[in-house]
């Protein structure tokens, strides 16, 4: 959902982060457990973003990154051309933006239900595959842990969502791109659809985050996390509770080579979003209107893997 904010300094730093430990949600010691739980209750409710450890091995993530750099420089242009935008359907698509608004090279790939991977390089396939693993574990746990905290049995969002069918794309990205940029933007400001996006990177900085304050908040993700930023169909299906903010990449001033992976958790294709009943009252009305995630996807004229924001649509006008 491009916003076309102007791109300005940081307001906030990296501290003002929380750090979410996904261990500690599922503790043994209830005070414990407790007390995390409402951690990431206050995460996602005044923030909407966190940083998250011990979810995924730190060797997992190193892999997955040390893969997708294998990519971009062991295979040549040609081969990964082969990607290029075939049809709707593509389940692996690779593209190069080199403009004001936005300067990346980027494969896209399906990651669940089916894992969809190019076959070059050898050692890509496997390390990816082993990421993805993981963090549909993860995305399972967040899952059944906000369920919780916001007052529903655990298997509340896994349900809704249909997450064991659920559509997830990975965006795997290179800033600046294979050629000159032309620009300080690698990607503009927008949402992103879904239940939640993961994000990890090789190199900090970049990655700029909207708060509910109205300032950019640099991300600087700590070595052993990964990055969460709550989706449009959270936000739609919690009514507006928690929110899906706005976020954007900006390019070095030093061009310095950037590998970065965002991937967006989402539900079912066939899946119907809409508000809650719990979230709906006589004060609180519905403010989205309900539609299939595959429908939402392609509402902008978009394909499913293009993973692009609807969110302004499905809105519904406050009456007057």
Request: glycine share 8%.
């Amino acid at each position: 959902m491009a916003n076309n904010l102007a791109v300005s300094a940081t307001d906030g730093c990296d501290d003002q982060i929380p750090t979410v430990d996904y261990s500690l949600l599922f503790s043994e010691d209830q005070n414990e457990r407790a007390k995390s739980l409402e951690h990431l209750g206050k995460a996602c409710e005044e923030f909407g973003f966190f940083y998250l450890i011990n979810g995924v091995e730190e060797s997992v993530v190193e892999a997955a990154l040390k893969g997708i750099s294998d990519f971009f420089e062991l295979t040549n242009q040609e081969e990964r051309s082969e990607y290029l935008k075939k049809d709707s359907m593509d389940r692996i698509r690779w593209g190069l933006r080199s403009h004001a608004g936005e300067n990346r090279e980027y494969l896209k790939v399906v990651a669940h239900p089916q894992y969809h991977c190019p076959t070059k390089p050898a050692s890509f396939r496997d390390a990816i595959g082993v990421y993805f693993k993981g963090m549909h574990e993860v995305e399972l746990g967040l899952a059944r842990a906000i369920s919780k905290i916001l007052g529903y049995e655990k298997t509340y969002i896994e349900k809704e969502f249909r997450l064991e069918a659920g559509f997830d794309v990975s965006a795997m990205n290179l800033y600046p791109p294979s050629f000159q940029s032309k620009g300080s933007i690698g990607v503009p400001d927008h949402t992103d659809p879904g239940f939640f996006v993961s994000l990890i990177q090789d190199v900090n900085g970049g990655l700029q985050v909207l708060s509910h304050k109205g300032s950019w908040i640099a991300v600087n993700i700590p070595s052993n996390a990964i990055f969460i930023n709550l989706g449009d169909h959270l936000e739609i299906l919690s009514n507006g509770k928690y929110k899906s903010h706005i976020h954007q990449v900006v390019l070095d001033n030093n061009q310095v080579k950037r590998i970065s992976m965002a991937t967006l958790h989402g539900p079912s294709l066939n899946t119907v979003v809409a508000p809650a009943p719990g979230f709906i009252d006589d004060s609180r009305p519905p403010a989205y209107r309900g539609m299939t995630y595959k429908q939402s996807l392609e509402l902008n004229g978009s394909d499913e893997i293009d993973v692009q924001s609807s969110l302004d649509q499905l809105r519904i006008p406050l009456a007057i």
